[in-house]
């Protein structure tokens, strides 16, 4: 966890984490985040868009054929969780983050 606070750069803002990250140059990596209240939700959102957007210009410096993949990073809340996904198919990610069973409704 702390590798991912450092990554991400959120600090104290969440009570539990889960993530999968690409061991490779690929830009591929999903990352859901329970935050501590609603406040913290919407900082981790603008922390993840900072962070795409960095990760895009490194990049874009070394691997340009993987920018496209967090230029289209899905980001989003729901109930407190907050999701950052760079993949192919950022509308998968869509469908099943908000396609998540009740448990996430609070």
Do not use: H, W
């Amino acid at each position: 966890a702390d590798s991912l606070m450092l990554r991400y750069g959120i600090l104290d803002k969440y009570t539990d984490v889960y993530a999968i990250v690409s061991a490779s140059i690929a830009s591929d990596e999903c990352v859901i985040f329970k935050a501590n209240d609603a406040s913290a939700a919407k900082e981790i959102v603008e922390l993840l868009k900072t962070y795409r957007n960095e990760r895009i210009e490194l990049y874009n410096g070394y691997a340009p054929e993987e920018a496209p993949r967090l230029e289209s990073a899905y980001i989003a809340e729901k109930n407190g969780y907050v999701i950052f996904a760079a993949t192919l198919e950022p509308k998968q990610a869509e469908s099943l983050f908000f396609g998540l069973p009740e448990a996430l409704e609070g």
